[in-house]
């Protein structure tokens, strides 16, 4: 079972920029496809994007294109999120979650706090 835990979050002026990292504690952490998600107060958990096993293939939310990048460190055991140009819509908590071969996704971080102020 893989435990996942997210970082890099914070409050940040509208314009601006975060990366936020999930570290997963196994080390075959490239057995996992990965996605990002996040939820804002009063609202469903909504997909951010996600990125294959290799790290190859990506997609994103209509919301986040051209702005957001996911990616990954398999050596590191961690993905990532880039965020910019940040807009005060992007404050949600902010979670990455890991899929195996089969199934949904089964394995999710606790969330790291995204504010971002007009």
């Known amino acids: 079972q893989v435990q996942l835990v997210e970082s890099g979050g914070g409050l940040v002026q509208a314009g601006g920029s975060l990366r936020l990292s999930c570290a997963a504690s196994e080390q075959t952490l490239s057995t996992y496809f990965m996605g990002w998600f996040r939820q804002a107060p009063g609202k469903k958990r909504e997909f951010v994007a996600n990125?294959?096993?290799?790290?190859?293939?990506?997609s994103y939310a209509d919301p986040v294109k051209g702005r957001f990048t996911v990616s990954r460190d398999n050596a590191a055991n961690t993905v990532y999120l880039q965020m910019n140009t940040l807009k005060p819509e992007d404050t949600a908590v902010y979670f990455c979650?890991?899929?195996?071969?089969?199934?949904?996704?089964?394995?999710w971080g606790q969330g790291t706090q995204v504010t971002v102020s007009s």
């Open positions: 979650a890991a899929k195996g071969l089969v199934g949904d996704y089964a394995y």
């Open positions: 990125i294959s096993r290799s790290g190859t293939v990506t």
